[in-house]
């Protein structure tokens, strides 16, 4: 993907609806100057759409042959989706007709020596960005609410869209402003200093602030989730149930079953939901020593998987007796963690005796399967469904790191006797600045120009 350099003059223009045939396909237009708009609508329409209204029309090429029928919306600047003056064009939903549709527009603006271009990926967005319309963290759930692949996840990028974590994020940076200026105020009157500050409860201010930075740390971290999805890796002995297990979750036939050990040879990644998260399931290789060299090559993936696991579940037949060879096979990363599943249970004479942390489960009917559901999304530390927070990236969160490590910082200049307040200060000013990062106030123009280049054209 090519770093774009973005010339904010041009007006553009693009495809704005999926490739591929439907009923309806749209056309977008942005352009910075209101003469050169008004005069390129009235020739590529024929006449001057009234703004705001649906104007049905016939688009003509120069010798008078219809190129398309549908509707002109006109938004003048700055009330449109880019701040800029916009047009849309509904015509209907082929790529052959919504290319005559560009290449008219491109040869209208020709004639009129109106430099109108393709738009590059992301900047109908990056504009909006750019004219204050959104900020960068509801720019990026644009993508991703195009991008949502359940309701649920669709709904936590529509929060973040509307701007509910940057919200949160503003009114963290509001409160760390206020006791910033406090401070600088106080340094400006030195002899004054202890008390001043002990008045205005400098330390509470702060504690406070550490608090609330920890909470948005925590969604910020589940919408993470929410976005990438996690990596749950099934791994045990050789037919424990493992890819029974999986097709059983995944509610399909996905992978091969048979009583035969050894029967799953390579990583089977499956993609589900659960409970709106989404979620990428791994099935592997059953561990054991063998001489089959496909097979040594399969469990060898299995060690990989287990390496970029989120959360591991250990599959335990339980018809068989309390051995457990997976250590030998396996080294678990410290922090990884990890739910024992007790398959089979429906082979039973008697309900297995409940054990803390291990989940008795049938991948044959189905018992067990709603509570491992539960139990996975507990243990990696998802408390909420995905309507009910918001959707974020690493980079919003890697921004939230830095910003807490420099609140820790400030914490500790605040505890010491005699107050370094000039240091406190710029703590304070760090950590502001990289919360200035995630609503893209604060970031370098290549990084923003990278951000963008990752949407798809038209958007
Ligand atoms: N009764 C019963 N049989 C099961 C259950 N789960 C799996 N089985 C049977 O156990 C055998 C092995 O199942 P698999 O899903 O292929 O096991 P696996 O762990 O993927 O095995 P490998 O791929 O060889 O590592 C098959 O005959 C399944 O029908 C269960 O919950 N109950
Ligand atoms: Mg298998």
């Not at 590529?44 to 010798?63: I, N, Q, S, W």
């Not at 509570?371 to 919003?396: N, W």
């Amino acid at each position: 993907m090519s770093l774009h350099q973005p010339q904010h003059g041009d007006p553009i223009v693009a495809i704005a609806t999926a490739p591929g045939k439907g009923g309806v396909g749209v056309v977008r237009f942005s352009f910075p100057s209101s003469s050169s708009f008004q005069a390129f609508c009235a020739a590529f329409c024929g006449k001057l759409p009234k703004p705001r209204m649906a104007t049905l029309l016939t688009l003509r090429d120069v010798d008078q042959h219809a190129i398309d029928e549908g509707i002109a919306l006109l938004f003048n600047a700055p009330a449109s989706f880019t701040g800029e003056h916009v047009l849309e064009f509904q015509g209907h939903g082929g790529q052959a007709v919504l290319q005559g549709v560009v290449a008219h527009a491109l040869a209208v603006a020709r004639q009129l020596n109106i430099p109108l271009r393709h738009a590059m990926a992301g900047e109908f967005t990056q504009r909006a960005f750019l004219n204050d319309k959104l900020d960068l963290a509801q720019a990026e759930a644009v993508a991703d609410l195009i991008d949502a692949g359940s309701m649920a996840t669709a709904k936590a990028a529509a929060a973040s869209l509307s701007g509910v974590f940057s919200r949160q994020v503003n009114e963290l940076a509001d409160r760390i402003v206020h006791l910033r200026l406090l401070l600088e105020a106080t340094l400006d009157f030195p002899e004054e200093e202890i008390e001043f500050l002990e008045k205005a409860d400098a330390k509470g201010q702060l504690a406070g602030i550490l608090n609330a930075h920890g909470q948005l740390l925590n969604a910020a971290q589940e919408g993470v989730k929410f976005r990438d999805g996690l990596q749950i890796v099934l791994v045990g002995e050789p037919n424990v149930g493992k890819s029974s297990l999986l097709n059983a979750l995944a509610g399909e036939e996905i992978a091969i079953v048979s009583a035969i050990a050894g029967t799953t040879r390579d990583r089977i990644k499956q993609e589900l939901n659960i409970r709106g998260i989404p979620l990428v399931l791994v099935d592997t290789a059953g561990l054991r020593e063998t001489v089959d060299e496909v097979e040594r090559i399969g469990i060898e993936r299995t060690r990989k998987s287990v390496q970029e696991a989120d959360l591991l579940l250990i599959l335990k037949d339980a018809t068989q007796g309390p051995h457990d060879a997976l250590h030998q096979h396996l080294e678990l990363p410290v922090h990884l963690p990890t739910l024992t599943v007790l398959n089979k249970v429906d082979l039973l004479p008697e309900a297995p005796q409940l054990l803390q942390d291990v989940l008795p489960v049938s991948a044959k009917n189905g018992q067990g399967l709603e509570q491992l559901k539960d139990a996975i999304l507990a243990k990696v530390g998802i408390a909420h469904t995905p309507d009910h927070g918001f959707m974020a990236r690493q980079r919003h969160v890697d921004a939230l790191l830095v910003c807490g490590q420099h609140l820790v910082a400030a914490h500790e200049f605040a505890q010491q006797d005699d107050r370094i307040l000039d240091l406190f200060a710029e703590e304070l000013r760090l950590a502001h600045d990289a919360l200035g990062e995630i609503t893209g106030r604060m970031l370098p123009d290549d990084l923003l120009g990278l951000i963008f280049s990752r949407f798809c054209i038209g958007k």
